[in-house]
């Protein structure tokens, strides 16, 4: 969303991201606690902080270079590291804010407003930028990331049935 926004003005992405996260996390506190800002705080910070130490101090060579297969790995690290985040009462900003505070007051899996949300922000930038083969790719990216997170939330996503189990079936 910050770099869409970037792309169509002159504010800086980091002075975007921090526009749009400060309301939200006034929202969440009033809507979800102090605990969940703080939570939430923290792991933007970690994020932000593991990102550089993975890519500038450590040289984690990407998974892989075929975008298809990067897309994938990708959305699913992502994920697990978001569902994770959301399991431990936080938010890793922006529209898991959102999606943390909907599901609090919903039936409505944090997974799926995730995709839908991502899914807007990709077709927007589909659009601003005009190339349709990226936007796809972050497409698989975003169902593959609201899967994952949904995955790490429903301890019962991945049970088989009891009637799937039968020889009969």
Not at 41 to 67: G, T, Y
Not at 96 to 101: D, H, L
Request: glycine share 10%.
């Amino acid at each position: 969303m910050a770099i869409l926004i970037c792309q169509l003005t002159d504010l800086t992405a980091g002075t975007i991201m921090l526009l749009i996260n400060l309301p939200l996390l006034v929202l969440g506190g009033y809507s979800l606690g102090q605990k969940f800002v703080w939570r939430t705080v923290l792991a933007v910070i970690m994020i932000s902080a593991m990102v550089d130490v993975f890519r500038e101090v450590l040289h984690v060579p990407a998974v892989s270079h075929l975008p298809v297969l990067a897309a994938i790995a990708g959305g699913a690290a992502i994920g697990l590291g978001v569902g994770l985040i959301l399991k431990g009462g936080a938010s890793a900003g922006g529209p898991t804010i959102i999606a943390r505070i909907v599901a609090a007051h919903s039936n409505i899996r944090p997974g799926q407003l995730i995709l839908l949300m991502d899914a807007a922000i990709v077709v927007a930038s589909a659009f601003v930028f005009g190339k349709v083969e990226p936007a796809l790719l972050s497409m698989l990216s975003v169902f593959v990331t609201g899967r994952c997170v949904d995955l790490v939330l429903n301890k019962n996503a991945m049970r088989i049935p009891p009637a799937q189990l039968s020889p009969t079936g």
